[in-house]
């Protein structure tokens, strides 16, 4: 429902309007607002996914009473008078104009939806690597945080029970967990916050 919602400031004139405002000016236009959401795997929002796949959309939830255009805009974007399955229609004109000709450079993309699948997820792919890779150099230019030792630790007796009233003394592991001079181990899991400041 916040999709519907997001307030705004024009940038050239600073007129600033309420998210219902906005989409109140889209309606009044005669178009409809379909919004884009990419979840956390790079799944599309159901809204989404019914324009281009045809895939009914989850049932609408609540609007709040003061964003009565939020909820007409909900409506618009679920009913006949927006296109649906966009893809499998474009396939088909597609495979019927051009039954000998791939869409795309190959095999892989030959045909509209392929071809949108195979851009889509090279762009998805390429942001999560770079997420990961910005994390990557900003933790490994910080110092190893000791297990139970340092301030910047985490770790609680609740959370992990290997912690005593005495952790001043507990010494380093190495990768494969085990406690150096000592006859316990500990799980592979559990030496990682000896190193590592993604627990964070």
């Given at each position: 429902?916040?999709s519907?919602?997001?307030?705004?400031?024009?940038?050239?004139?600073?007129?600033?309007?309420?998210?219902?405002?906005?989409?109140?000016?889209?309606?009044?236009?005669n178009?409809?607002?379909?919004?884009?959401?990419v979840?956390?795997?790079g799944?599309?929002?159901?809204?989404?996914?019914?324009?281009?796949?045809?895939?009914?959309?989850?049932?609408?939830?609540?609007?709040?009473?003061?964003?009565?255009?939020?909820?007409?805009?909900?409506?618009?974007?679920?009913?006949?008078?927006?296109?649906?399955?966009?893809?499998?229609?474009?396939n088909?004109?597609w495979?019927?104009?051009?039954?000998d000709?791939?869409?795309?450079?190959?095999?892989k993309?030959?045909?509209?939806?392929?071809?949108?699948?195979?851009?889509?997820?090279?762009?998805?792919?390429?942001?999560?690597?770079?997420?990961?890779?910005?994390s990557?150099?900003?933790?490994?230019?910080?110092?190893?945080?000791?297990?139970?030792?340092?301030?910047?630790?985490?770790?609680?007796a609740?959370?992990?029970?290997?912690?005593?009233?005495?952790?001043?003394?507990?010494?380093?592991?190495?990768?494969?967990?085990?406690?150096?001079?000592?006859?316990?181990t500990?799980?592979?899991?559990?030496s990682?916050?000896?190193?590592?400041?993604?627990?964070?």
């Open positions: 429902k916040g519907f919602a997001e307030d705004g400031t024009d940038k050239e004139t600073t007129i600033s309007l309420t998210g219902d405002d906005i989409i109140g000016d889209i309606l009044n236009s178009m409809a607002l379909i919004p884009i959401t979840g956390q795997h799944t599309f929002g159901s809204l989404f996914q019914r324009f281009i796949y045809d895939i009914d959309a989850i049932p609408s939830p609540d609007s709040p009473h003061d964003r009565q255009n939020a909820a007409k805009a909900d409506r618009l974007a679920r009913s006949a008078k927006v296109p649906r399955a966009l893809l499998p229609r474009a088909d004109l495979r019927k104009e051009n039954p000709m791939f869409y795309g450079d190959s095999c993309t030959m045909d509209p939806q392929l071809y949108f699948e195979h851009e889509v997820g090279l762009v998805i792919s390429t942001a999560i690597s770079s997420h990961l890779l910005q990557h150099n900003k933790n490994r230019r910080l110092k190893p945080i000791r297990y139970g030792v340092d301030k910047e630790c985490k770790c609680t609740e959370i992990c029970p290997q912690i005593t009233q005495d952790s001043t003394n507990i010494p380093m592991t190495d990768q494969a967990g085990s406690i150096s001079g000592s006859d316990n500990f799980e592979p899991d559990d990682v916050a000896f190193t590592n400041r993604y627990l964070q």
